[in-house]
């Protein structure tokens, strides 16, 4: 079992940087593809990036593209989402979320996920 806490969410103006870590429990944390999602009010949980048990690989939804940076420690078993140029619809609760590796597959939708965090509210004001 893996568990997944989310941190550093907050509220920032809107151009700011805001860096989000999931710290997750549990062993052989780099056999784990990790993704980030997020909610807005309103709205259905929506893909942000994911990364491969090794980092070598990464993926994200094009809305973040060239603004998000995700990344891992797997020595700290910790998964990072690096947000700059934040607009305020980034606004949303961000969810941390994992699963057994798949290769080199890419996983965008978050039933392909068994693992979540509790989320961390992110607030980009105009």
């Known amino acids: 079992q893996v568990q997944l806490v989310e941190s550093g969410g907050g509220l920032v103006q809107a151009g700011g940087s805001l860096r989000l870590s999931c710290a997750a429990s549990?062993?052989?944390?780099?056999?784990?593809?990790m993704g980030w999602f997020r909610q807005a009010p309103g709205k259905e949980r929506a893909f942000v990036a994911t990364?491969?048990?090794?980092?070598?690989?990464?993926y994200y939804a094009d809305s973040v593209k060239g603004r998000f940076t995700i990344s891992r420690d797997n020595a700290k078993s910790t998964v990072y989402l690096q947000m700059n140029s934040l607009k305020p619809e980034d606004t949303a609760v961000y969810y941390c979320a994992g699963r057994a590796s798949g290769g080199f597959y890419i996983y965008t939708e978050g039933i392909s996920y068994a693992y979540w965090g509790q989320g961390t509210q992110v607030t980009v004001s105009s």
């Open positions: 549990g062993r052989m944390f780099s056999s784990y593809t």
């Open positions: 990364i491969s048990g090794g980092g070598g690989r990464t």
